[in-house]
């Protein structure tokens, strides 16, 4: 029996500290959110002194890789950037292993230019393109749109129509960006040969050409995934879905690259202050990446220096920017 008793008085203090005993149950420790951090992924910075320390064209491991000014950015759903190399008149990819390859060329002639860049789930690379007339002669300059698929084959955009009148002649083209249901927004500035006002234009994927009822050109845009539009010129506008437009004020110097994550937060390049903010509302844009009117280069903790942040894409919480001849990352983005 007294062995009986004493099963029996374990067993109850076993059933009260299961049952709570005034206590809960420990949880198990939060996890630390990850530390955001600064980081050069290809390419060089740029040093302020020597360019050709910086510059150039060679392919390879990501951090000796070279470009020759890095005009835009976008980055797939795999984690592959592509990278418009003005300098060079080509576009380059990095893979997420990081190395720099070569995607496209297009010539040598400093008559060409290459701007803005695109991307589509199917693996098509969208890149804006002019050709201005070498001095002395009678061409006319014109802007083009070219599509280079994934086995680096560039065509040219199919331009069919322009059901609003506007015309399917462009002038100087360069943003882009692809709107959720396909259609291609790009910025298009004059040429004076063509007296065409800025503007922003549509292009449906059956190829014809309007005008979209939003502002008078843009240095940068995006979409989110609601299909909101983000532009950046002298300073930084949202055209929401239904239509709305959102002056999205802040004291900007210099707004340039611009992206927008699927959580609603949105992201400016100042390349003039070379400082990044984060718009929380509108008028509310405080500094994540970079000092305020300090040129520099500082890395991995934020805030960093930067030297003339510019265009913009973001993959999860990594938000890529270029900067000089470099493409950069802020990894886990506040």
């Known amino acids: 029996m007294k062995t009986r008793s004493s099963l029996l008085a374990a067993l109850s203090i076993v059933a009260a500290s299961c049952s709570g005993g005034g206590g809960d149950a420990a949880s198990p420790p939060s996890q630390p959110a990850p530390t955001p951090a600064l980081v050069l992924v290809a390419g060089a910075p740029p040093n302020g002194t020597d360019s050709s320390l910086t510059q150039g064209y060679v392919d390879g491991p990501a951090l000796a890789a070279r470009f020759r000014g890095v005009q835009d950015l976008a980055?797939?759903?795999?984690?592959?950037?592509?990278?418009?190399?003005?300098?060079?008149?080509?576009v380059r990819k990095i893979s997420p292993a990081g190395d720099v390859s070569t995607l496209a060329s297009f010539g040598d002639s400093p008559s060409t230019s290459l701007d803005g860049i695109a991307l589509d789930p199917a693996g098509n690379v969208f890149v804006t393109r002019d050709e201005y007339c070498p001095p002395l002669t009678n061409?006319?300059?014109?802007?083009?749109?070219?599509?280079?698929?994934?086995?680096?084959n560039v065509t040219p955009v199919n331009i069919a129509s322009s059901s609003d009148g506007t015309g399917i002649e462009f002038g100087e083209v360069n943003a882009i960006?692809?709107?959720?249901?396909?259609d291609l927004y790009f910025s298009e500035h004059t040429f004076l040969h063509l007296k065409i006002?800025?503007?922003?234009?549509?292009?449906?994927?059956?190829?014809?050409?309007?005008?979209?009822?939003?502002?008078?050109?843009?240095s940068a845009m995006t979409f989110d995934a609601s299909g909101n539009l983000y532009l950046t010129g002298v300073s930084?506008?949202?055209?929401?879905?239904?239509?709305?437009?959102?002056?999205?004020?802040?004291?900007?110097?210099?707004?340039?690259?611009?992206?927008?994550?699927?959580?609603g937060n949105v992201y400016v390049s100042d390349v003039r202050d070379h400082i990044?903010?984060?718009?929380?509302?509108?008028?509310?844009?405080?500094?994540?990446?970079g000092v305020q009117g300090v040129a520099g280069y500082l890395v991995p903790t934020l805030p960093g220096l930067l030297n003339g942040p510019g265009r913009m894409a973001i993959h999860g919480r990594d938000l890529y920017f270029a900067m000089g001849s470099a493409v950069m990352v802020i990894r886990n983005v506040p």
């Open 75 to 90: 980055v797939d759903a795999a984690g592959t950037i592509y990278v418009v190399d003005s300098g060079n008149r080509k």
């Open 139 to 152: 061409c006319v300059p014109q802007g083009h749109i070219d599509r280079i698929d994934p086995a680096g």
């Open 177 to 182: 960006a692809r709107a959720p249901n396909g």
């Open 197 to 218: 006002p800025s503007r922003i234009r549509k292009l449906t994927p059956s190829g014809d050409a309007t005008r979209a009822p939003i502002g008078d050109g843009a």
């Open 236 to 263: 930084v506008y949202e055209m929401r879905a239904g239509g709305d437009m959102v002056f999205l004020s802040a004291p900007f110097a210099l707004p340039l690259g611009v992206a927008a994550d699927d959580m």
């Open 276 to 289: 990044i903010r984060k718009i929380i509302a509108p008028g509310n844009a405080p500094v994540i990446a």
